[in-house]
């Protein structure tokens, strides 16, 4: 038995005395074997760690490419999304230009952290409507078993603990919320502000205006309409609530069955003949010597947990993944698997009409306090001082998330009938697969259903109770990406991202009626006395060419809620895994990130990722 010892020091903080294990802090420190073996300790990663470890009966590595990191950068919310510039907790590289979007590269950006993404996102906490999980499970036809919204509900519940609002804050501001669509048991804490920008009720009261926008009773009634929800905070000691903290932190130092190692990177899945996943073979961030690579085994289970960009690159890189890229790159194939790294999807946002408000009421006002130094200062020196200052003040915790035939009503049809007979293959990349174009055969047919849908959200108004307001996110955009590793160099260069952003027409068609929208709602009579001016595209830009122009010179192909490249699908639709979240072709090899989400929830992504976590453990501890 080797000796631990607790990693310390590390970011100013001091050892803990407890001396137990937590974190191995060399190579050598590393067992042979282990049941699991999850690769990736971020969101997922984490959740599935401390459920697998939790009744003793397993053992766990967890290997982690980024650092761990408990600095006031990733704990502090006060300041909320600003904390994630760090570039030791990032991974943080070029996209593929995108040829739609006049040639234009953008940041690919996530968590390089124990802890993840979900150790510097934005902290919104929704869960997207029942159709969506409905529409997931629908590509399994009459096989479909476990993951419609009756399904996912007690796992958003397990996932989440939920903290009603201080009532005063809700009786202001109108919040309404129903804690039966919420847990209590879990880590992972949803909590309010203490502090909100006044000026949002103006503007959660003006969709009222708009005909048949509802106000769902809680953000996870699973309902579109304008709705406040919850902060990723925990609100005792007010701390970030994120996979490290809610856990591992103090869980895994308790479990001498639960092994962490940071600052490897894990570079391929080995297989045995039978093409069992036998474990994994990793190196430490920054050596690139193949030959001096290690590995472990897993006697149960390879757990892929890298996220949406980085697990199809491993894939790949193992030999699964399409049978022509891995020729290009000299890999074995251990299955022709031609789904991974396809159906590439993120949320496209900055997509609507900019509106600054000339008359802007005398409020509190989140931009000038931003821009000004001796406000941050004070409000961070409050906030360090006694954990009460204004929470999240980058997150406004209310939004619009509404249906296409609302946004659309006299051209909603036509778009989704126009995208509906659109040929599958028509604006997927050259050459996919066969079995990629008939998934997205599938996923069309449903998706136009969801644009003709009053109960899906497509539009999202994300508010910041700003007299500049512009943050429009797209939900379901229908165009699809591709992650892929470089054939030169699948290891040590990061994968080509390319979200193809706007290549289908129909993605166009939608953004034209969400522009006309947002004109539409900042022309309601009760915001008039605010008098809002379009900043951009401009009022004099109606046209829809010349709005898609704007489109392609101004909109942004993500808002880091990458998914879909390993996606849970038929297999004969392109599928990654199944419904039991094990990887087609293969034994012992499962993968439980994001990028098993067939399509986007009409959210963004946190709340989903942690519920799907919690699924796959109990599907895991059920192959037992
Ligand atoms: C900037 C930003 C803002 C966001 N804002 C919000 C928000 O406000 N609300 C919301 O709901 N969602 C938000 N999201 C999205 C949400 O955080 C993610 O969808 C979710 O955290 C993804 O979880 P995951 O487990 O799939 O991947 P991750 O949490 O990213 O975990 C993947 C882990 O794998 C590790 N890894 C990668 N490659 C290797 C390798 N080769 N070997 C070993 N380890 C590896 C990574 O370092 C990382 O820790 C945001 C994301 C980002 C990046
Ligand atoms: C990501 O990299 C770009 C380009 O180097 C840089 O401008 C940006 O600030 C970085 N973003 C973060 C969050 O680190
Ligand atoms: C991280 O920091 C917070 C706040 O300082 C502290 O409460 C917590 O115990 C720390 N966690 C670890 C694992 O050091
Ligand atoms: C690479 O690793 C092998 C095996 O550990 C070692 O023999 C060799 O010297 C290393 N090469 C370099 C360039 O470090
Ligand atoms: C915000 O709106 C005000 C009022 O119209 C305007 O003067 C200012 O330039 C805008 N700021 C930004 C950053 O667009
Ligand atoms: C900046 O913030 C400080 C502290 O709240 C305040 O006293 C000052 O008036 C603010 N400055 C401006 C220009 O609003
Ligand atoms: C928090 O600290 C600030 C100064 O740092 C002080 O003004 C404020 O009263 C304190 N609030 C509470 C609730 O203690
Ligand atoms: C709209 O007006 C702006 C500013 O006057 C101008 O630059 C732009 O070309 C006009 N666009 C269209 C489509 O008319």
Known sequence: MVAFSKLSALCGLAAVASGLPTILQRTDQVKDQYDYVIVGGGTAGLTVADRLTESGKYSVLVIEYGVFQNGSAVTTVGLGFLGITDPALSFNFSSAPQTSLGGRSFPVLVGKML???????????????????????SYFGSNSCGWGWDDILPYFKKAWHFHPPNKDLATQNGIKYDAKYWGTSSNIHASWPTFTWSFLKTEMAAFGDIPGVQYPPDSGAGQPGAFWYPTSADPGPVLRSFSRPGHWDGISDARPNYHTITGQQVLKVLFDKQNRATGVSYLPVGSTNLSAALSVKAKKEVIMAAGTIHTPQILQASGVGPKKL??????????????????????????????????????????????????????????????????????????????????????????????????????LPPNTDPLVVAGYAAQKKALASTLRSKSSAVYNFFLRGSRNESAIVYLHPLSRGTVQIAPSDPYFTQPTVDWRALTNPADADVLVEFTRFTRRYWALPALQKYQPVEAAPGANVTDPKDIVAWLRGNMNPSVYHPIGTAAMMPRDLGGVVGQDLLVYGTKGLSVVDASVFPDLPGAYTQQTVYAVAEKAADLIKGRQ
């Not at 993840?116 to 029942?130: D, E, I, L, T």
């Not at 249906?403 to 659109?422: C, G, K, V």
Request: a negative charge; one cysteine or more; aromatic letters at 12%.
């Open 115 to 137: 802890g993840g993404s979900s150790g510097h996102n934005g902290m919104q906490v929704h869960r997207g409507q029942k159709e969506d999980y409905d529409r997931w499970s």
């Open 326 to 427: 891995l020729k290009d790159a000299k890999i074995d194939v251990v299955v022709d698997l031609p789904g991974v790294g396809a159906n590439f999807q993120d949320h496209v946002y900055q997509i609507g009409a900019t509106f600054n408000l000339n008359n802007f009421p005398p409020v509190p006002e989140p931009n000038d306090l931003f821009n000004n130094a001796t406000f941050m200062a004070l409000a961070q020196a409050e906030f360090d001082a006694n954990r009460t200052g204004p929470l999240t003040i980058a997150s406004g915790n209310c939004g619009a998330f509404l249906p296409f035939p609302l946004i659309s009503p006299s051209s909603f049809s036509t778009i989704a009938s126009r995208y509906e007979s659109q040929p599958a293959g028509a604006y």
